[in-house]
């Protein structure tokens, strides 16, 4: 069994930049990566210094940057850096970690890893977790509303077992389970509802496995620009807008007036 790991790069470059490197200062180095991927998705915004941050993780961090050449939106994004990598098998497993992410416990990637492989108590034995999350504040919050079930990995790795679709963030997936139900998807071309489409790829056997003692900090979703803030909105929940994060921009950023209380 090899782990990847896969980061879709499209936020401004000070987000990056603090991101990445949590990524592997809080890592577990007794587990060894495959590679770290880095997906440029041609951010937008503040192109040259997301260019020259990304060259300055090159040379400090390992990772391996992949260049599309446009953005090719979250599940398009992952989907084509797993072919790109083109030496995945089926048992291997997948770490997504978005760009904007922040794990704040050491070994998160570990745990993520040993809720897939590890033994497990609290499941029947037919059953098994293909997709593990850390704990962050909307998925623990949205576990707790709409009911779990429990169980253990190896003795002391506590899992919540979901019920129905949570908000996903840091995860990763067991590369068979993916393969077999189509790879990632979502109904939006960019962006939103990836865990609504992948739940219901889920078959009967098969579980989703949140993290509660492992957790990611949302203290860096507050430093995007506004911008992109707005263009998510109303591409993922109101779907108002249909095309990339570009077209928004050039289109002169339609309802960006609104605060954020405001954005329908």
């Known amino acids: 069994m090899s782990v990847y790991a896969i980061t879709l790069a499209f936020c401004n470059p000070g987000i990056l930049d603090i991101s990445l490197r949590q990524f592997h200062s809080t890592r577990n180095l007794d587990l060894k990566l495959g590679g770290h991927f880095i997906v440029d998705q041609c951010y937008p915004m503040h192109r040259p210094e997301v260019d020259r941050t990304l060259r300055t993780l090159a040379a400090d961090l390992p990772i391996t940057i992949l260049r599309p050449g446009r953005n090719l939106g979250l599940h398009n994004g992952f989907n084509w850096a797993m072919g790109q990598i083109g030496s995945i098998g089926n048992n291997d497993i997948v770490i997504g970690y978005d760009g904007d992410s922040l794990p704040i416990h050491q070994g998160w990637d570990m745990a993520l890893v040993r809720a897939i492989e590890g033994r ?6 037919h059953e098994a977790v293909v997709w593990s999350t850390l704990g962050n504040p909307r998925s623990l919050s949205d576990i707790e509303d709409r009911g779990y079930d429990e169980a253990v990995a190896d003795g002391y790795l506590r899992m919540r077992l979901a019920r129905t679709a949570v908000t996903n963030s840091v995860c990763a997936w067991r590369y068979g389970w993916l393969k077999a139900v189509g790879f990632l998807a979502e109904p939006r071309a960019f962006y ?66 609104l605060s954020p209380a405001e954005i329908p």
């Open 192 to 257: 939103g509802h990836l865990e609504a489409e992948m739940w219901a790829r889920l078959r009967n056997s098969e579980r989703w496995a949140i993290l509660p003692d492992y957790r990611e900090s949302d203290e860096l979703r507050n430093l995007h620009d506004r911008e992109y803030v707005a263009y998510k909105w109303f591409h993922s929940h109101t779907d108002t807008w249909r095309g990339d994060f570009e077209s928004y921009l050039n289109a002169g950023c339609p309802g960006l007036s």
């Open 120 to 125: 497990r108590s609290g499941m029947n034995s």
